[in-house]
C-alpha cells in the first residue's frame, strides 16, 4: 500500500529505486557491486568468515565445559548456544546467498542488508525474549564482520548502477535497478563515504536541513531527504520508493500512476540541469554589470575537479576536518595534510583556494566514540577554533601543513567560530610561530591572506575588532543562524524554527556585508544561504559579490546573478531586513 512519509528536502531532484536499509552502525562497510563472475568467491568470504565464528566459540564452550560452574556460568553457555544457532539459522544464511547472487551485492553489503531484515522480525516478535535475541544475532554479525576484514578481498571501484527509464523500472526487477539508503542516522564522514557509491538518493530519520550530515548529502548532488523521523522503521528492506528532494518526502510502494508522474518529474528536472550547464563558462555578472565571485564548497581535496567542472571561480571554503575524521584518533600529520592542501591548490590550476583550519565537534565528532562523549551541549562546547587551540601542538601541525601548501598557488586561510579578542590574539601568534618553524626548519611556505568566519553573533557584533586583523571575513550562516536564534541545527524536532529570513539573523548578516565593504575587505558567505537561489537576490542586494556553495548549486545561483540589477535590489533588500515578516515581503 503506498505511503509517504514527510521530511526536510535537502538535495534537488527526484530518486525512485529499491530501499536499503542500513543501520547507523554499519554505514562504514563497504558498498559497491561485485563482478557475477565473483558470486561464489563472495559467497565463499562469507562461508569462511562464519565458519571462524563458529570455530571460535566451539572453543570457547570447549574451555567453559572444563570450568566450575562458579566461573562458567549457565547464562553464558546459554548464550555460545545462541550464538551458534543464529549461526546456522538458514534465514541468514540463504538471505545473504540471496543479495549476493541476485543483486550482486559485496559480502559485507550482504550480510548487513539480510541483518536488517532479520532484525526488523525480531522487532516484531511478540515474545521478550525471542525480541532480546537481536543483540545477539548484530553480536555475531559484527564479530563475522570483523573475521572478514583481515581476509577481504581489495575493494574494486563501485559501479554505479545504470538509470533506467521510467518503463524499465515498472518492467525489471533484477539486479540493475537502482538503489536508494534509508538510515535512521548517518555521521558526516560516513556520508561522505558514500560519495561515489551505488546510491541514487538518501533519506534519513535525523538531522536538520543545515546538519553536516545534510550539507554532505548535498554535496553529492542526489536527491536526499532528511528529518524523516520513522522512515527507516516504516520502510523495509527492498521497498519500491521515491524520494522527492525538492518536497522533502519519501513515497513508499508507488501506485503506478505516482511512479508515472515521478518519472515525468524527474525528466523535468533532469532538463533544466542540462539546460542550466550551458552557463558553466558564461561569467557571473550582473545586468547592471556588477562582476560576482561563485565559489565551491569542498569537503576533500579531490572535491577540486567538481568545482572546477562546475565553473567556481576557487574554493571559498574547504571544511579540512574531513581529513581529520573517522581515524579511530590518529590525526592526519604535517606531510600528509600539506600533501592533501597541496593536491587541492593544484587542482584548482592556479584559482584561489580558501582552506578552513579543523571544525571539529558538535555533529561532527572525530570519530563514533566521541560522539558519545561527556560534553553535554556539543555544539556549545569545545568545538572548531577552541578544540584548535586546546592542542596548539596539533594545531601548529596544521597551519605549518597549509602555510606550505601556500607555495604552489593562492592559499586563504580561514579560521572558525571566533568570539574572543584572546582567541584571535592567540590564533594570529601561533601562525607567526608555525612560519618560524618552518623558516627555522628551512622548509618553503607561501603567503596566505587571513580571514576569519563570522559565525557567532558575538563576532559579527563585533566587526571593528575583526576587520583590524583579518583581511576578509566569511559569515557562516549555517552556524550564525544556529548561534543566533538558539536552534540546535541538527535537530529536527525545531527545524521549523530554524529560519534564515528571521530579521535578526538579516540584521546581523547585512551589518558583516556592509562593514565588510566600507573597509575595502572581501567578505563572502559560504554557509548554505549561498547556495540557496531563492536568496540570490537579497544576499545581492545586501552588497554581497562573493558566494561559496556546493559545486552543484553554482549554476542556479548564477541564472539568478545573471538576472539581477543590483541597482534595483539595493532599496529593496533594505525593505526585506527592516520588516517585521521578511519571507513575506521577498516572496511578495
Ligand atoms: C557555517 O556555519 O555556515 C559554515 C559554513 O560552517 P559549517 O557548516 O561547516 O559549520
Ligand atoms: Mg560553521
Known amino acids: 500500500m503506498t505511503f509517504s512519509v514527510q521530511g526536510l528536502p535537502v538535495a534537488r531532484g527526484i530518486a525512485i529505486g529499491r530501499a536499503v536499509l542500513v543501520a547507523s552502525s554499519r554505514a562504514d562497510v563497504a558498498h559497491y557491486f561485485i563482478e557475477p563472475a565473483n558470486v561464489d568467491a563472495e559467497i565463499e568470504r562469507v562461508r569462511a568468515g562464519r565458519n571462524a565464528v563458529v570455530d571460535e566459540i566451539h572453543r570457547l564452550q570447549q574451555s567453559v565445559s572444563q570450568m566450575g560452574p562458579k566461573d562458567a556460568p549457565h547464562e553464558l553457555t546459554a548464550l555460545l548456544d545462541v550464538h551458534l544457532m543464529l549461526l546456522q539459522d538458514e534465514m541468514l544464511v540463504s538471505g545473504v546467498k540471496h543479495w549476493i547472487t541476485n543483486r550482486l551485492y559485496n559480502a559485507e553489503w550482504a550480510l548487513t542488508t539480510q541483518l536488517e531484515v532479520i532484525a526488523r522480525q525480531f522487532d516484531e516478535m511478540e515474545d521478550e525474549y525471542l525480541r532480546e535475541r537481536k543483540a545477539d544475532l548484530e553480536q555475531v554479525v559484527e564479530r563475522i564482520l570483523r573475521y572478514m576484514k583481515g581476509v577481504a578481498l581489495p575493494i574494486t571501484p563501485p559501479t554505479t548502477p545504470h ?288 580571514g576569519a568566519m563570522i559565525e557567532i553573533p558575538a563576532a559579527a557584533l563585533m566587526l571593528k575588532l575583526f576587520l583590524k586583523h583579518f583581511d576578509f571575513l566569511s559569515i557562516g550562516t549555517n552556524d550564525l543562524i544556529q548561534y543566533t536564534l538558539a536552534i540546535d541545527r541538527a535537530d529536527e524536532a525545531v527545524a521549523h524554527l530554524y529560519d534564515p529570513l528571521h530579521p535578526a539573523v538579516l540584521r546581523l548578516v547585512a551589518d558583516t556585508i556592509a562593514e565588510c565593504n566600507a573597509q575595502g575587505k572581501g567578505v563572502s558567505v559560504c554557509g548554505e544561504m549561498a547556495g540557496d537561489a531563492s536568496h540570490t537576490r537579497l544576499l545581492l542586494g545586501l552588497g554581497l559579490r562573493s558566494f561559496s556553495m556546493h559545486p552543484a548549486q553554482i549554476l542556479a545561483v548564477k541564472q539568478e546573478v545573471l538576472r539581477s540589477d543590483t541597482s534595483r535590489l539595493q532599496p529593496w533588500a533594505q525593505r526585506v531586513i527592516e520588516s517585521d515578516d521578511p519571507a513575506s515581503v521577498l516572496s511578495a
Open 163 to 450: 538509470r533506467k527509464t521510467q518503463q524499465d523500472l515498472l518492467l525489471d526487477d533484477t539486479v540493475d535497478v537502482p538503489l536508494v539508503l534509508i538510515a535512521h542516522d548517518l555521521s558526516p564522514a560516513d556520508m561522505l563515504q558514500f560519495k561515489q557509491s551505488v546510491f541514487a538518493g538518501f533519506v534519513t530519520d535525523v538531522g536538520g536541513k543545515t546538519s553536516h550530515t545534510a550539507i554532505v548529502a548535498r554535496s553529492l548532488d542526489i536527491p536526499a531527504v532528511v528529518g524523516a523521523r520513522s522512515a527507516s522503521q516504516l520502510v523495509r528492506q527492498d521497498d519500491w520508493v521515491i524520494i522527492d528532494g525538492d518536497a522533502g518526502v519519501m513515497i513508499v510502494d508507488p501506485s503506478a500512476i505516482i511512479l508515472a508522474e515521478y518519472g515525468f518529474k524527474q525528466r523535468q528536472g533532469q532538463l533544466e540541469r542540462e539546460r542550466l550547464t550551458r552557463l558553466r563558462h558564461t561569467p557571473a555578472i550582473t545586468m547592471d554589470g556588477q562582476k560576482v565571485e561563485l565559489l565551491a564548497n569542498i569537503e576533500m581535496p579531490e572535491d577540486a575537479a567538481g568545482a572546477i567542472k562546475a565553473g567556481a571561480v576557487g574554493v571559498g571554503l574547504f571544511r579540512s576536518e574531513f581529513l581529520f575524521m573517522g581515524r579511530t584518533g590518529k590525526l592526519p600529520d604535517e606531510e600528509e595534510q600539506y600533501q592533501a592542501y597541496r593536491r587541492a591548490v593544484e587542482g584548482m590550476r592556479g584559482l584561489p583556494v580558501t582552506i578552513r583550519t579543523v571544525d571539529i565537534g558538535a555533529d561532527k565528532p572525530l570519530d563514533k566514540s566521541q560522539k558519545d562523549g561527556t560534553s553535554l551541549n556539543p555544539a556549545l562546547g569545545l568545538r572548531a577554533i577552541r578544540w584548535s587551540l586546546n592542542d596548539p601542538a596539533m594545531f601548529l601541525t596544521q597551519l605549518r601543513a597549509i602555510l606550505r601548501a601556500a607555495a604552489h598557488g593562492q592559499v586563504n586561510l580561514l579560521i572558525p567560530m571566533l568570539a574572543h579578542a584572546s582567541e584571535i590574539r592567540q590564533t594570529l601568534s601561533l601562525i607567526d610561530f608555525a612560519r618560524a618553524e618552518l623558516d627555522n626548519r628551512g622548509v618553503p611556505y607561501g603567503p596566505v591572506k587571513l
